[in-house]
C-alpha cells in the first residue's frame, strides 16, 4: 500500500520558519522525481517545488525562491520542504506528489 503522509505544518507568525516532511511507504522513492504543491483557500492547488531522484536539480517556482528549500533524504524515504520568512500569501494546505500519488496534505497558516 503507497503511503505519502505530511507533517509540520502549524500556525506561524509572518517572518517565521517551518519544515515540512514526507515520508513515503511502498512507493518507489528513491527511483523517482518528488514534489511539493499546495492550495490556498478558493484557490487552485499550485507547483511549489520539485527535486530529483538523485537530490540534484532542485527546481523552484517564483513565488517562493530565496525563501524554501527542497531537500531529500532517500535513506529515509522522506521528502523536505524548509520553509523561511513566511508571508500571509504562503497560507496553504501543502502537498507531497510522486508520479501517480498524492498525500493528504499539511496546513500551513501564517498569521500574526
Known amino acids: 500500500q503507497v503511503k505519502f503522509v505530511e507533517s509540520g505544518g502549524s500556525l506561524v507568525q509572518p517572518g517565521g520558519s517551518l519544515r515540512l516532511s514526507c515520508v513515503v511507504s511502498?512507493?518507489?522513492?528513491?527511483?523517482?522525481?518528488m514534489s511539493w504543491y499546495r492550495q490556498a483557500p478558493g484557490k487552485e492547488r499550485e507547483f511549489v517545488a520539485s527535486?530529483?531522484?538523485?537530490?540534484?536539480?532542485?527546481y523552484l517556482a517564483d513565488s517562493v525562491k530565496g525563501r524554501f528549500t527542497i531537500s531529500r533524504d532517500n535513506s529515509k524515504n522522506t521528502l523536505y520542504l524548509q520553509m523561511n520568512n513566511l508571508k500571509p500569501e504562503d497560507t496553504a494546505v501543502y502537498y507531497c506528489?510522486?508520479?501517480?500519488?498524492w498525500g493528504q496534505g499539511t496546513q500551513v497558516t501564517v498569521s500574526s
Open positions: 511502498g512507493f518507489a522513492f528513491s527511483f523517482n522525481i
Open positions: 527535486i530529483h531522484s538523485t537530490g540534484e536539480s532542485p
Open positions: 506528489r510522486g508520479p501517480g500519488y
